[in-house]
Structure formats: C-alpha cells, structure tokens
C-alpha cells in the first residue's frame, strides 16, 4: 500500500465547544471568493451558507454555496475563513452559533 505524505497540511481539530476549528494549513491564500447567485431560499426558514475555497491534493478548490436550515432557533451562521499563520494559511471551517443577543 502506497502512503502519502501531505506537507505542508497539518490536520488538526481545536476541542472547544462553538470555537472555529482550524481544519487544515495551506503554504498559499485562497483566491478572491466567488460571487454566486443563489436566488430565493427552497423554505423560508432556510439562510444560504456561501461557498468558500478549501485547500486539497496541493490546489485550491471551490466548494459551492448552499441553502440550509439553523439546527435551532436564535442560530447563525459563522462563515469559514482563511487566516495568516506565520508562513502558512489556516482555515476555519464555518459553524452554526447560538446568537448572544438570545439568552
């Protein structure tokens, strides 16, 4: 069986409860986002979730917006992101979060 290596990806995953995880690190940024067209929600208690730039097998692949319902009441949706680590690129995989202003 042939192993691959992946360098320079570090797969980690932050235990915190409703924390960003960094998912994966990328050594370049992701290209500007997409603008997509995403017209009018299929129920109205669905909220479009944009797509966004996910690193894989060395190149940078978009991964297509879509309509989905909170799993609750007073949630939101926290995009996915691409921060600047050293040399490195780390993204944060988007989550649902229980909105603050709702106790």
């Known amino acids: ?3 691959t290596f992946l360098l320079p990806f570090v797969f980690t995953v932050v ?4 924390a ?3 998912a994966y690190y990328a050594p370049v940024p992701p290209p500007p ?4 067209q995403h017209g009018l929600p299929p ?9 966004y730039w996910a690193y894989e097998n060395g190149r ?7 309509w ?14 691409w921060d600047r680590k050293g040399s490195q690129y780390a993204f944060r995989e988007g989550h ?4 603050s202003r709702w106790k």
């Open 60 to 66: 940078h692949l978009w991964r297509d917006g879509r």
């Open 33 to 36: 986002a997409r603008v997509e």
């Open 20 to 22: 960003p995880k960094i």
């Open 1 to 3: 069986m042939k192993k």
């Open 68 to 81: 989905e319902k909170p799993p609750a009441a007073n949630f939101h949706y926290v995009e996915p992101r």
């Open 43 to 51: 129920a109205p208690d669905q909220v479009w979730i944009a797509g």
């Open 96 to 99: 649902w979060q229980k909105d």
């Open 15 to 18: 235990g915190f409860a409703g």
